[in-house]
Structure formats: structure tokens, C-alpha cells
Nanobody, 115 residues
């Protein structure tokens, strides 16, 4: 079992920045990958960014060049630095961790970008 606790969401103006954090606890030695999904009202959940245990990253096309995912293995924490935020980035952001093909989820954190 893996527990995930997110922090760092909030309200920001367009063009601003936020950094999300996700701290993992439990069976962290089994985590293969971590990352972030988001879900806007009336839309499906979509992958924002992911990072493997080896450090490989992937991003949604809509956030490339603006968002950066990173991890601190000593703190068992993954971060999402979000710059140049746009109103269309408004969503609930969910941290995930993959353990032997099973996805674990955080509780979600709201990000609201005003125009």
C-alpha cells in the first residue's frame, strides 16, 4: 500500500506559477513511477506529467515547456512546477503512484487560474 498526500494548489492569475508537492509513504520501495493527472469540470481525467523511478519524464503536449516534474528520492516526494499558467489549466490535480501496475491516488488539490 502507498499513501499519497498532495499540497500546493490554490488560486493564481494567468501567467503566474504554482508548485505542487506529493509526498509518498508506505511501500515506497515498490513505486515504479509517479506523476500527476488533472480533471476539469465536465472533462475526463488526463495525464499531465509522469516520472519513472529511473528519472525518465513525459508530459502532455498542452503543458510542455511550461510544467516541470521532478522527484526527491530522499524525501519520497514528487513535485510539479507549473509556470505560465493559463485559465485552461484550472482543474483538480491528482498525484498518482504506480506499484506493480496498480495505480494509487492522492486526494486531489484544486488549481484555479483566473484570467
Amino acid at each position: 500500500q502507498v499513501q499519497l498526500v498532495e499540497s500546493g494548489g490554490g488560486l493564481v492569475q494567468a501567467g503566474g506559477s504554482l508548485r505542487l508537492s506529493c509526498a509518498a509513504s508506505g511501500s515506497i520501495y515498490s513505486i515504479n513511477a509517479m506523476g500527476w493527472y488533472r480533471q476539469a469540470p465536465g472533462k475526463q481525467r488526463e495525464l499531465v506529467a509522469g516520472i519513472t523511478s529511473g528519472g525518465s519524464t513525459n508530459y502532455a503536449d498542452s503543458v510542455k515547456g511550461r510544467f516541470t516534474i521532478s522527484r526527491d528520492n530522499a524525501k519520497n516526494t514528487v513535485y510539479l512546477q507549473m509556470n505560465s499558467l493559463k485559465p485552461e489549466d484550472t482543474a483538480v490535480y491528482y498525484c498518482y503512484a504506480v506499484v506493480r501496475l496498480v495505480h494509487y491516488w492522492g486526494q486531489g488539490t484544486q488549481v484555479t487560474v483566473s484570467s
